[in-house]
């Protein structure tokens, strides 16, 4: 069971730190699903790391970073059956792999390629959304949607600290909260919104704090505990199975990587608080608790690291062996019954090209 430090605000956590605080441990997780959590804490990881070193050499466009986010990712996706569905925001781009989707695809996504496109019904992963906010009523609409049609199905939408502060966050907290859909409001409260620290986005004491307008349980997770975040969206699930309608859990850390490829954090982030984040971040939390429960050897993190590596390699070759997408592509969705003067421009822009 999770352990409440009122201290830290009521942060729920599980893992301990090796020394004064000691372990707990989670109901019903075994081995192999220990081991499963792992594997997928180190695909994300790797997957970022690799993202972001295929930015720099100019194979993916800009990219919004997740490092140190992976806990709050994994953790919660794990406590979701496969007919749950998922709705992400660009910092999880990569939560499809969790649901058996290839890396080229998301990193055709990066590159721009419309063999980034999925088709949500596949993964039960929605699009990628940009802008901010915008999908928690399309979360929150599906859940509530999915009740209606009498299906057993849980929605989460994944959005930011800063995401509180939109419309359309209110706009589905409000929805959800009244319909009692089975839905999850997933906030990874990492303290920035680009440059914007979460001070500014409200003036209550947490962001759980404003579930009680909304009519819903508010829960403060550790987001760096892979461990405590599971078992928090476990409950919410649970919860929402149940009819008793949504839960927003706020996920905390602290940003420990640059807003994206395109920021550069120095001018306004702690950078003290920064190195103290990364020392103690979410990956190596996990492994050491793994290691304290005799669960995992150095060998076998050392296997599951070069899987995801392989992983990685085979996702980047296939993603730049894609042929270049045809020109067309820019006009043929915008319009039912494309305008005539279309098809000009489509012949002007095909000369200029070559
Ligand atoms: C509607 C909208 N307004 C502004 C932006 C520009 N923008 C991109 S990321 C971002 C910050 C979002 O911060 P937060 O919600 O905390 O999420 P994080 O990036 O920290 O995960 C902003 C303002 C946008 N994408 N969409
Ligand atoms: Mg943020």
Same mark, same amino acid.
């Given at each position: ?7 830290? @605000? ?13 372990? @707990? ?90 063999? @980034? &496109? &999925? ?21 929150? @609409? ?30 589905? /907290? ?9 839905? =999850? ?35 403060? $997770? ?70 304290? /429960? ?21 996702? =980047? ?9 045809? $020109? ?27």
């Amino acid at each position: 069971m999770s352990r409440v430090l009122p201290a830290e @605000g009521g942060l729920r956590r599980v893992i301990g730190d090796g020394d004064a605080l000691p372990d @707990g441990e989670v109901e019903g997780l075994g081995r192999d699903q220990l081991l499963a959590l792992y594997r997928n804490l180190v695909l994300l990881r790797t997957y970022d790391e690799r993202s972001v070193i295929y930015h720099r050499q100019g194979r993916i466009g800009t990219y919004a970073i997740f490092w140190n986010h992976e806990a709050m990712q994994a953790g919660s996706v794990s406590a979701l059956e496969e007919r749950d569905w998922i709705f992400p925001s660009y910092r999880e781009s990569a939560i499809g792999l969790l649901r058996g989707m290839p890396a080229s695809t998301v990193l055709s996504w990066w590159r721009g390629h419309p063999a @980034g &496109w &999925w088709n949500p019904q596949d993964y039960g992963v929605a699009s990628i959304c940009v802008p901010i906010a915008t999908h928690v009523p399309h979360a929150v @609409g599906f859940a509530w949607g999915a009740r209606l049609k009498g299906e057993d199905r849980v929605a989460i939408a994944y959005f930011g600290d800063g995401a509180t502060s939109e419309g359309a966050f209110h706009e589905g /907290a409000t929805f959800a909260g009244v319909m009692k859909a089975p839905a =999850i409001l997933f906030c990874n409260n990492n303290q920035w919104a680009i440059s914007t620290p979460v001070s500014a986005q409200t003036a209550a004491p947490t962001l759980a704090d404003k579930a009680i307008g909304y009519g819903m349980p508010g829960v403060r $997770v550790d987001g760096g505990d892979v461990l405590a975040v599971y078992e928090a969206t476990r409950e919410a699930v649970e919860r929402a199975r149940a009819g008793e309608g949504p839960t927003l859990i706020e996920a905390v850390s602290y940003r420990a990587a640059p807003h994206a490829t395109a920021d550069d954090p120095s001018i306004y982030i702690d950078e003290e608080r920064v190195q103290e984040e990364r020392e103690n971040e979410c990956v190596g939390r996990y492994e050491r608790y793994l290691e304290r /429960a005799g669960v995992l050897s150095a060998a076998e993190a050392e296997e599951i690291r070069i899987d995801a590596l392989a992983v990685m390699r085979e996702g =980047i070759a296939s993603a730049e062996a894609e042929p270049p997408a045809d $020109v067309s592509l820019v006009f043929d969705h915008a319009y039912a019954n494309p305008p005539p003067p279309l098809a000009t421009d489509l012949d002007e822009l095909r000369r200029i090209l070559g």
